[in-house]
């Protein structure tokens, strides 16, 4: 694959006499764990940080005084309350962490509107990572536990919250995915993909992505039934919710039985608007899944008919936006097909790809080049095109000074571009 790819964490009413987690022993010692891919990682190129939000401290007599009441609501606020103690460089940050508010408002006949449950919080991304790595998988699985069984509760503001606290434990280590995907939390995740509030969708959307990111997650998360419902977030989404549900359908595309199954679920023209409407990180994620969807013939041909082809072409032309590249590689996919070819041509891709080889990046020079041999090796019409649109001084300059590759293929250029006019001067009467 060319080098596009870059990626950039739910509580029903549980009965009264649910046993109380007691946590293991923590060492204040940060214990040395290996890893995962962080999303950073995962993204460095083309994802960005995922758009969050954080929690509002709570006090330790708030949440002791509803948990006799309501263990649902205020387990996750004791357990991790008391692993702060435990552990004095990171205790109060695991304050503001347990944070999960109470359903008991939902009764309320006048209730105030639900404030967001996680303000502050998953912004701050110095002491998150420092949280997860300071406490052991067998500390963090009865709180998974308790998150996952909010994801189902009937008052959205713990769904939220508790989707907010999966999507933050599935950022950056890969044995949380193991143990958040083993527990159960993907199929309770899907269903706030198709949730009315934003936020919710937003967190539930990141939460996947960051499992997806774990390869016994993707097909976990396909088997489940995850592809339409990401695909629901591509269309009606926040602009975050957009790019993140991009970059998961991207995660699930590895496989390669899901090119099949996603683009034939339809995301194919979701991607195409996300392209042309989307911020500049998401046409970038927009950019690359359509990449990887198009190593499939028949994703070639829906993308062509969804009309990809006018906004790659486009983006050729705006340089310094670090998606001129990008769009050729996609383009230069697309002209395999031959409806791709024709496609290009009719949208003027021939002139772009010219003026791309004379101010273009030298990456880029190599993306256009390829890509008008592949649109004139077998057309003497487009040859005829490239000549007139004066191809051939950039192809000369280029053929001698340009990288190994790039000469080779505009010498390669140069040499059919003789051709037309020494056949048609043959075959004219």
């Known amino acids: 694959m060319v080098s596009l790819e870059d990626s950039p964490s739910n509580l029903s009413r549980l009965p009264s006499t649910r046993p109380f987690y007691t946590p293991s ?4 010692t940060k214990i040395q764990r290996p890893l995962g891919p962080s999303m950073r990682t995962i993204r460095s190129k083309i994802y960005q940080t995922d758009r969050s939000c954080s929690f509002p401290g ?4 708030e949440r002791s005084a509803c948990v006799s009441e309501n263990l649902t609501d205020s387990v996750i606020d004791l357990r991790l309350g008391e ?7 990171i205790s109060g940050e695991l304050q503001r962490l347990a944070s999960i508010p109470t359903s008991e408002n939902a009764s309320d006949p006048n209730p105030e509107p639900e404030p967001e449950p996680c303000v502050g919080f998953l912004q701050r991304e110095s002491f998150s990572t420092e949280i997860i790595e300071s406490i052991s998988p067998e500390d963090l699985q009865p709180t998974i536990k308790i998150c996952i069984d909010g994801l189902r509760s009937p008052s ?5 919250s508790a989707a907010a606290k999966l999507r933050l434990l599935a950022k950056n280590r890969s044995d949380n995915r193991a143990l958040i995907g083993e527990s159960g939390a993907v199929p309770a995740l899907i269903p706030l993909l198709r949730c009315s509030d934003p936020w919710t969708q937003e967190h539930a959307v990141t939460a996947l992505l960051n499992l997806s990111l774990l390869e016994e997650n993707k097909t976990l998360i396909t088997n489940a039934g995850a592809i339409k419902s990401l695909i629901y977030v591509l269309k009606t989404g926040t602009e975050t919710s957009k790019q993140n549900a991009a970059c998961a359908l991207l995660s699930l ?3 390669d039985d899901n090119k099949i199954s996603i683009g034939a679920c339809g995301a194919i023209p979701p991607l195409v608007s996300l392209l042309i409407n989307g911020s500049n990180r998401g046409k970038k994620d927009a950019l690359t899944t359509l990449y990887k969807l198009c190593l499939v013939k028949l994703n070639k041909e829906r993308a062509v008919s969804a009309g990809a082809v006018k906004p790659l072409v486009e983006l050729v032309l705006e340089q310094g936006r670090g998606l001129a590249e990008k769009a050729m590689v996609v383009l230069s996919s697309l002209a395999a097909i031959q409806v791709g070819k024709a496609a290009i041509v009719e949208e003027g891709g021939i002139p772009a790809l010219v ?19 592949q649109l004139c090796s ?6 005829g095109l490239l000549v007139r649109e004066g191809g051939i001084p950039p192809l000369v300059a280029l053929s001698q000074t340009g990288t190994s ?7 390669t250029l140069l040499g059919f571009l003789r051709e037309p006019r020494q056949e048609a001067s043959s075959s004219s009467p």
Request: charge should be positive; aromatic fraction near 2%.
């Open 405 to 411: 590759r790039a000469k080779h293929k505009a010498e």
């Open 355 to 373: 003026e791309a080889i004379e101010d273009g990046s030298v990456k880029g020079k190599e993306f256009a080049v390829l890509t008008l041999l």
């Open 83 to 89: 692993l702060a103690s435990r552990s004095s460089d």
């Open 25 to 28: 022993s923590l060492s204040s």
């Open 156 to 160: 959205i503001a713990v769904k939220r």
């Open 378 to 383: 077998d057309s003497v019409r487009n040859r």
């Open 58 to 61: 709570s006090t330790t007599a």
């Open 253 to 255: 595309s590895l496989i």
